[in-house]
Nanobody
Framework: QVQLVESGGGLVQPGGSLRLSCAASRSIFSIYAMGWYRQAPGKQRELVGSITSGGSANYVDSVKGRFTISRDNPKSTVYLQMNSLKPEDTAVYYC?????????WGQGTQVTVSS
C-alpha cells in the first residue's frame, strides 16, 4: 500500500520559514516525479513545485526564489523549504506524484502565515 505522509506545517509570521517533509513509500518514490501541492480556503488545489527523480525542480511563479524542493532518495523523502513566507501562502500543503494519483492524497499539513 502506497502512503504519503506530510509533516512540518505550523503557524509562522510573515517573513518566516518552514520546512515541510513528505515521506513516501519506496515503491513510488524511485519511479515518479514528486510534487508539492497546496489548497487555500475557497480555492482549488494547485501545484506549487515539483522535482524529478533526477533532482530537477520547477516552481510556480508565485514561489520562485522563496521555495526550494529537494529529495533524499535513500530516505524516500521529499522536502519543501519555504522562506520569506507571505499570508497568501496559507494553505494545506500536500505531496503527490506528478501527475497526481488520487489514491495517494494524504491528510496534508497546515501552513498558516499570520502576525
Amino acid at each position: 500500500q502506497v502512503q504519503l505522509v506530510e509533516s512540518g506545517g505550523g503557524l509562522v509570521q510573515p517573513g518566516g520559514s518552514l520546512r515541510l517533509s513528505c515521506a513516501a513509500s519506496r515503491s513510488i518514490f524511485s519511479i515518479y516525479a514528486m510534487g508539492w501541492y497546496r489548497q487555500a480556503p475557497g480555492k482549488q488545489r494547485e501545484l506549487v513545485g515539483s522535482i524529478t527523480s533526477g533532482g530537477s525542480a520547477n516552481y510556480v511563479d508565485s514561489v520562485k526564489g522563496r521555495f526550494t524542493i529537494s529529495r533524499d532518495n535513500p530516505k524516500s523523502t521529499v522536502y519543501l523549504q519555504m522562506n520569506s513566507l507571505k499570508p497568501e501562502d496559507t494553505a494545506v500543503y500536500y505531496c503527490n506524484t506528478v501527475p497526481t494519483n488520487r489514491r495517494y492524497w494524504g491528510q496534508g499539513t497546515q501552513v498558516t502565515v499570520s502576525s
